[in-house]
């Protein structure tokens, strides 16, 4: 079993940046991809970026190419997400996800087995 907990959310301008992290419980963090999803109102949640269990791959969503980076401590067991010009649709609550596939990051949500609860995002115009 893995628990994760996000933080790092909250009210930012357009234009402004955030970090999120996501501190996992397991003691073999390594050995899991681990992702960021999203949930805007009223939409239904999608991939935002993920990582390999090295930190050597990264996949982001074209959305969000060139102003989000994704990086991993495994020293800490933390994934963290690195928002920078942010947009009014980058609002969202933020979920950060773990897989057990040690290579293959996926995009899909049925790959990702354990889940944070999740930290909002709100930027204003």
């Known amino acids: 079993q893995v628990q994760l907990v996000e933080s790092g959310g909250g009210l930012v301008q357009a234009g402004g940046s955030l970090r999120l992290s996501c501190a996992a419980s397991?003691?073999?963090?390594?050995?899991?991809?681990m992702g960021w999803f999203r949930q805007a109102p009223g939409k239904e949640r999608e991939f935002v970026a993920g990582?390999?269990?090295?930190?050597?791959?990264?996949i982001l969503a074209d959305s969000v190419k060139g102003r989000f980076t994704i990086s991993r401590d495994n020293s800490k067991s933390t994934v963290y997400l690195q928002m920078n010009s942010q947009k009014p649709e980058d609002t969202a609550v933020y979920y950060c996800a773990a897989s057990p596939s040690r290579i293959r990051i996926g995009i899909a949500e049925r790959e990702y087995a354990y889940w944070g609860q999740g930290t909002q995002v709100t930027v204003s115009s």
């Open positions: 990582i390999s269990w090295s930190g050597v791959t990264k």
């Open positions: 397991a003691r073999t963090f390594s050995s899991y991809v």
